[in-house]
C-alpha cells in the first residue's frame, strides 16, 4: 500500500467515526431536549430550538454591527460611537457630504451670528500647548487591514484665558481654579480596572486643564498617576474615608485633602442611572479595592441610597461645612433632579443662612453605570435638559446662583450638547461614557459582569491586558482636545470669543412642525 492510499483510507475512517460522533451528540440532545421541562421550544421542536436560542444571544451584536441605523443604537448610536472614536483616534471629527440628523425633529440649535469671530479674535490660552500621538489612515482596503500611521502632534490645549478661568469655592482655604470646561465624571475604581483608570488619568494629565471625579468607590493610586486634577466624591457608604464600622474617619478625610492633586470633594446623594446607590460584586472587590474603599476582601458591597449622617437641607450642608472647615478645600454635591421644586428647600436655606455648596453636580437620567434596575435607569430623575433648567433657575430665584458652580453631565459628548447645556446654566460639563469608549469600550453592555472583553469596565487580569494604556491615554487626551476645540468653534459661530458667554438668548429650540422658540422662552417657564 502507497502512502497516499493509506491516508485516503485514514481520512474516510475519520470522516465516518466524526459523523457517528455527531449523529450520536445530536441524538442525545433531540433526547435531551425532548424529555427536560424548562423550555417550551425545546420540548415541542428539539435541535431545531436550540438555532433560536442561539440567534437570541448573538442578535445584540448582529443589530450593533449590521442591522441598526447609523442613528439607531442605544445608548450611543453607530454615529455617536464612531464620532467619539475618530476624534480620539485622529484627532479631527471632519464629515462629508451632509448632516444625518432628521431636521423633522424637534430639538436645540445653536443661534448662529451674522458676523462671526475670527479664530484671531478667539478669546484663549495660545500659550499652552499639548503633544500627544494620533493616527494618519493611509489606506482603508475592504478585505485587509486598515493601514494607519502613529505619529507626533502637537496643538493648542483651547484652555480658557486666564480672564475666563473658572473659580470653585471663591472663600475656601483653597480655591480649585479650572481653565477648562469639561471633566471626567464619577468613574470608580472597582467598576473599572487599573488599566482603564490609569489610562484615563494620565490622558486627562496630558490634555491639562481638566479633572477626573473618583466615583464614590474612593481615590486609588491609579487615578493619581497622570497628576490630573481630582474631585473625590463621597457617597453614602463613605468608601475611603471610612472606618471599620462605616462611620467618617476625618483623619484619613484630612490625610486625602492635603494630596495636592485632591482639589475638591462632592457628596454624592444620587447618580442619573441609579438613585439607589452603588453595587459592586464580590469577585470584584480583590484585596486592593478593599483597602482603597476600606471595607473587607471578597464580599459584595452595596452604597445605601441616602446617607446616615443627615436627612434634610439643614444637617445636611452642615454636613458639608464640617468637611470644608476641616479640610480647607470645596465641597459640592452631586444630585439628580426630580420635579420643578427639588432644590427650593436648598436654595432657600442657602439665602437665609449663607451657607451651602460650592458646586452641584447635575446628573441626568440618561447618564450611564456600570449597573442598576431597569425602572431606576430609565423611569427616576429628569434628563438633563429638564433638570439643568429647573436648577440654575431656582438659584437665581433666591439670589444665590452666584455663589455655586453648576456642574452637568448626561450625554454632553458632543461640542454643541455641551454648548446648549452651557446656555442653560451650566458652568461645567461632566463625561463619563465617551471617556470609556476613548479606551476602547465597545458597548456589550457587560459593565455589571466582570466581564467585560476590551478590558474598561473589569478587574480582571487577563482581560485588561487588552487595554495598552500607553496607547489609549494619546486617545483620552487628543478626545479633549478635539471637544475643546469644537466648543471655541461653535461659540465663534454664535458670534462670541468664548463658550463661557453661551447664553440662553444663542440656543433656539424647534418643534416637530417647524415653530421656532428661544430657549430664553422655555426657561422662564421651568
Not at 478669546?123 to 500627544?132: E, H
Request: hydrophobic share 40%; aromatic share 10%; with cysteine.
Amino acid at each position: 500500500m502507497i502512502l497516499a492510499d493509506f491516508f485516503i483510507i485514514a481520512g474516510g475512517f475519520l470522516l465516518i467515526l466524526l459523523f457517528i460522533i455527531i449523529v450520536i451528540y445530536l441524538s442525545f440532545l433531540f433526547v435531551f431536549d425532548k424529555n427536560q421541562k424548562r423550555h417550551s421550544i425545546l420540548r415541542n421542536y428539539p435541535l431545531l430550538g436550540r438555532m433560536r436560542y442561539f440567534l437570541e444571544n448573538i442578535g445584540p451584536e448582529f443589530r450593533q454591527y449590521w442591522f441598526n441605523g447609523d442613528n439607531e443604537g442605544k445608548p450611543f448610536s453607530r454615529d455617536d460611537y464612531e464620532h467619539i472614536v475618530k476624534s480620539a483616534k485622529y484627532k479631527r471629527n471632519v464629515v462629508g457630504f451632509g448632516s444625518k440628523r432628521d431636521f423633522e425633529e424637534e430639538g436645540f440649535f445653536i443661534r448662529n451670528d451674522m458676523f462671526p469671530k475670527l479664530n484671531e479674535e478667539l478669546k484663549f490660552d495660545r500659550a499652552v500647548k499639548v503633544l500627544t500621538k494620533r493616527y494618519l489612515l493611509l489606506n482603508d482596503p475592504l478585505f485587509t487591514q486598515r493601514k494607519e500611521k502613529l505619529e507626533d502632534e502637537e496643538s493648542a490645549a483651547y484652555l480658557l484665558h486666564d480672564d475666563d478661568a473658572v473659580v470653585i469655592g471663591p472663600t475656601t482655604k483653597y480655591p480649585f481654579v479650572l481653565k477648562g470646561l469639561i471633566g471626567m465624571s464619577g468613574m470608580s475604581y472597582g467598576a473599572l480596572g487599573p488599566n482603564a483608570i490609569t489610562a484615563l488619568s494620565e490622558g486627562l494629565g496630558i490634555a491639562k486643564g481638566t479633572w477626573m471625579n473618583t466615583g464614590e468607590g474612593g481615590l486609588s493610586p491609579y487615578h493619581l498617576k497622570g497628576e490630573a486634577d481630582i474631585i473625590m466624591q463621597i457617597g453614602p457608604a463613605m468608601f475611603g474615608v471610612r472606618d471599620k464600622n462605616g462611620n467618617i474617619d476625618w483623619d484619613e478625610l484630612k490625610k486625602k485633602s492635603e494630596i495636592p492633586q485632591v482639589k475638591a470633594f462632592e457628596i454624592k446623594l444620587a447618580q442619573g442611572a441609579k438613585t439607589r446607590g452603588g453595587h459592586i460584586d464580590a469577585e470584584k472587590v480583590n484585596p486592593e479595592i478593599a483597602e482603597i474603599r476600606k471595607v473587607e476582601p471578597y464580599k459584595s458591597i452595596d452604597s445605601p441610597n441616602r446617607f446616615v449622617q443627615f436627612g434634610d437641607v439643614p444637617s445636611m450642608v452642615e454636613f458639608m461645612e464640617e468637611i470644608r472647615n476641616h479640610t480647607g478645600i470645596p465641597v459640592g454635591m452631586k444630585i439628580v433632579v426630580g420635579g420643578t421644586d427639588s432644590v427650593e428647600d436648598l436654595a432657600k436655606y442657602m439665602k437665609e443662612t449663607g451657607k451651602g455648596p460650592d458646586f452641584i453636580t447635575v446628573d441626568g437620567g440618561e447618564g450611564g453605570t456600570g449597573a442598576s434596575y431597569q425602572e431606576l435607569i430609565d423611569s427616576v430623575g429628569l434628563p438633563i435638559k429638564s433638570a439643568l433648567p429647573i436648577v440654575h433657575n431656582t438659584l437665581q430665584k433666591y439670589g444665590v446662583r452666584d455663589r455655586v458652580k453648576i456642574i452637568a453631565s448626561g450625554k454632553l459628548f458632543t461640542p454643541d450638547r455641551i454648548a446648549v447645556a452651557l446656555a442653560m446654566g451650566a458652568d461645567l460639563v461632566n463625561i463619563a461614557r465617551a471617556f470609556m469608549i476613548t479606551v476602547g469600550c465597545i458597548q456589550t453592555l457587560q459593565c455589571h459582569s466582570n466581564g467585560c472583553p476590551v478590558g474598561v469596565a473589569t478587574t480582571d487580569p487577563e482581560l485588561q491586558d487588552a487595554l495598552v494604556i500607553d496607547e489609549k491615554k494619546h486617545r483620552v487626551a487628543n478626545y479633549l482636545i478635539t471637544l475643546r476645540k469644537g466648543l471655541f468653534r461653535a461659540a465663534a459661530a454664535a458670534g462670541l470669543d468664548s463658550p463661557v458667554h453661551f447664553e440662553p438668548k444663542h440656543i433656539m429650540f424647534k418643534d416637530e412642525k417647524g415653530v421656532v422658540i428661544p430657549l430664553e422662552k422655555i426657561m422662564e417657564k421651568l
